[in-house]
């Protein structure tokens, strides 16, 4: 399995290279770059205008600009940042983080309630609980997770129970870790629920189909003619066989949550990697785009890639190599 | 003419499937309204969508009334007047003094009907200098009514001519893809798996970046819409691509071989219409994808610009969230935005139930 693993890397290098030349290309196609800020700002002398467009070799046609950024990445360089004016390595670690830990706080939480959610569902079918879920469901599913996330943070903005925006306090700092971690989580709740409301609507239904559909099967009704609880044949023998198929889905669903959480981090004003690509997307800061699409990529891979593996380990039918 | 149950055709089965579903009936209707509304908002909108009056900035939606003094009269809007309370916040009251007559089917701004009839008359409208804001007003004192039904033109059909294009490409890519196999299939293949392996967001932030920013607006409209098909068609062409991968072994598709039909005329022709069934629906479900992606790019300001509407710039003014508070009636684009989206998923979820087992004997069949 781990050859495995170790393929399927090898296999997205290319296209990670692939991204990267499209995102080039579609950033230069586009009139204007980020010196033509700087030429309009008076206070720049075109001595230093024109030593900036040696250094990041403006001048120099298109596909030599790209063979030198690949050139760079080898080196571990993702170039320079126009607009912060640091290295993008600088910035993008951070926000690749923070992303990551807002993707995965509604990733957990979006498991966390839709699987018992789904699998109490199932045992109530049709009664009143069931369609009390399926109804919010329905709601929850066509809800966009922006004008959500507007409602909790105007909810917090009343009743100042919840921090609105940002990651940290003024004062993160000075707190001890437990405060820390409480003052994280503080910040994660609006982003977090906004951005698996809908995810836990969708995946409470899948859950809800395979617990039924399982239900149904004649071993199920062998085990209870054993003799078995209801509670041994639900959580032993039921629900074991009703979670498989969802696995596959895993990686998709947190790849969903991470584009997804672009615009709940614009919207939130988490500082993740999709407020930052908004940022160098506006001021046309090429080198900052180019690293934050491929940072998304490897991401993405990462959490498909991690799947598969779960999937594996799971299933014991499944084999790789 | 009756026609029995065994001579229904399978779409004829499907459809009274569909039409039993009573949920389903009703949100196409909703959807009908609402594209109905899109479609002639020039005469619905008492005003244009740009018809601003600084003097009602955030005016609460106006009172329509029936009874003067407990007579009952033909229906009026009470004037306003605007003060300011002790913290400097506008304060609208009712100025019971001024009342304007509500007149229906009056000359007022010009606009196309369908887009090409050049027309004056809007189905109701206040006498001057008195407004009707029905829903409320917004910053500028525009008629939120008015920008919805315009911002409807923009929202509702960005999703139908998306989706249009993307499955256009979609069904090819996966048409050829999978009736070719071989190298072509893997490019093709390694191609949808670059455009999916993007967070989409991400991709579309990119894409727009590559839009000049001296392009007007309608440009800006059908570079909103190629960004948003570029994105769509990759996960559909693996579908289809998985499905002509089987299709190109019946025996059909043989005897048109045989009969030196085109590679191309055997795609189009004899495989595609083989997965229409799942088409319909995923183009149903599809649809709220591309509105919910124009009114994301336009809330952040890079969709559609201002004075133009759209349901997505329209609601940016909500990003600002303490003005929720004071003019609550400026999220009424997201109410709009929901109402569409959810009629569009309660009719794909009743299409596939119903064209499901079309599908399923599909599969048997092979």
């Given amino acids: 399995m781990w050859r495995y693993a170790f393929k399927r890397l090898l296999v997205a290098v290319p296209m990670l290279l692939g991204i990267a030349l499209l995102t080039f290309v579609l950033m230069r196609i586009s009139p204007g770059n980020y010196l033509d800020t700087v030429r309009m700002d008076p206070q720049f002398s075109k001595e230093t205008i024109a030593r900036y467009e040696q250094l990041y070799q403006l001048d120099k046609p298109l596909f030599y600009q790209y063979v030198q950024w690949v050139k760079n990445l080898l080196r571990l360089e993702l170039g320079y940042s126009f607009y912060y004016n640091v290295p993008v390595y600088k910035i993008i670690g951070e926000r690749i983080w923070n992303t990551f830990v807002l993707s995965l706080a509604a990733f957990l939480l979006t498991w966390c309630v839709a699987i018992p959610l789904g699998i109490w569902a199932a045992l109530n079918r049709n009664r009143f609980a069931d369609r009390a879920i399926q109804f919010f469901s329905c709601i929850a599913l066509s809800l966009p997770s922006f004008f959500l996330g507007m409602i909790l943070l105007f909810w917090a903005s009343q009743t100042g129970m919840l921090p609105l925006g940002g990651m940290h306090s003024p004062d993160y700092e000075s707190f001890g870790w437990p405060g820390r971690l409480v003052d994280l989580l503080k910040h994660l709740a609006i982003p977090a629920v906004a951005l698996s409301i809908g995810s836990i609507a969708a995946l409470q239904r899948i859950m809800r189909g395979n617990m039924l559909e399982v239900l149904g099967q004649k071993y199920i009704l062998t085990a209870h003619a054993k003799g078995l609880s209801q509670r041994r044949v639900v959580y032993h023998h039921a629900l074991r066989n009703a979670i498989n198929p969802l696995i596959t889905l895993l990686g998709y669903e947190f790849s969903s949550l991470l584009s997804g959480a672009a615009l709940i981090e614009i919207i939130c004003g988490w500082p993740g990697l999709g407020s930052l690509m908004l940022t160098a997307v506006r001021s046309k800061d090429v080198y900052l785009v180019m690293a934050s699409m491929m940072m998304g990529g490897v991401l993405f891979i990462i959490g498909n890639l991690l799947a598969d593996i779960a999937l594996a380990k799971a299933d014991p039918r499944i084999r790789y190599d | ?366």
Avoid at chain 2, 84 to 91: G, K, L, P, V
Avoid at chain 2, 101 to 128: A, N, Q
Avoid at chain 2, 140 to 158: H, K
Avoid at chain 2, 265 to 283: E, G, Q, W
């Fill in chain 2, 1 to 366: 003419m009756t026609k029995n149950a065994e001579h229904l055709s399978e779409f004829q089965i499907a459809l009274r499937g569909f039409t039993q579903n009573r949920l389903a009936v009703s949100c196409a209707y909703v959807l009908l309204v609402l594209y109905a509304g899109a479609l002639l908002a020039g005469f619905f909108a008492p005003y244009s969508f740009q018809d601003e009056d600084r003097n009602y900035s955030y005016a609460p939606p106006t009172q329509v009334k029936i009874f003067d003094n407990g007579r009952f009269v033909a229906p009026y809007v009470p004037g306003m007047k605007l003060t300011f309370d002790e913290y400097n916040a506008r304060i609208y009251v009712i100025d019971p003094v001024q009342k304007y007559s509500i007149r229906f089917f009056v000359p007022g701004d010009t606009y196309r009907l369908f887009g090409v009839f050049p027309c004056r008359h809007h189905l109701f409208s206040v006498d001057s200098p008195g407004r009707i804001y029905l829903l409320g007003a917004d910053a500028r004192g525009r008629d939120v009514f008015s920008r919805l039904l315009y911002g409807a033109q923009v929202s509702l059909s960005i999703g139908l001519i998306g989706v249009f294009i993307s499955f256009a490409i979609g069904l090819l890519v996966g048409g050829i893809s999978g009736y070719y196999g071989g190298r072509l299939d893997n490019f093709l293949m390694r191609l949808c798996e670059m455009v999916m392996m993007v967070p989409g967001f991400y991709l579309l932030l990119a894409l727009r970046a590559a839009v000049p920013d001296n392009f007007n607006s309608l440009q800006v409209y059908f570079a909103i819409i190629i960004i948003l098909s570029f994105i769509g068609w990759a996960g559909l062409a693996r579908i289809i691509r998985g499905m002509c991968l089987s299709l190109r072994e019946r025996e059909y598709v043989l005897a048109a071989k045989g009969l030196g039909l085109s590679d191309i005329k055997i795609i189009v022709r004899h495989i595609l219409p083989h997965t229409l069934s799942y088409s319909i629906f995923a183009v149903m479900l599809s649809i709220p994808g591309y509105i919910l992606g124009e009114s994301g790019l336009s809330l952040i300001g890079l969709g559609i610009q201002d004075p133009y509407a759209s349901w997505g710039n329209m609601l940016s003014d909500a990003m600002s969230i303490v003005r929720i508070k004071f003019a609550p009636w400026i999220l009424w684009p997201a109410f709009c935005i929901f109402l569409t989206v959810a009629c569009f998923n309660v009719i794909g979820d009743a299409l596939r139930d119903c064209l499901d087992p079309m599908l399923k004997s599909e599969g048997e069949n092979t």
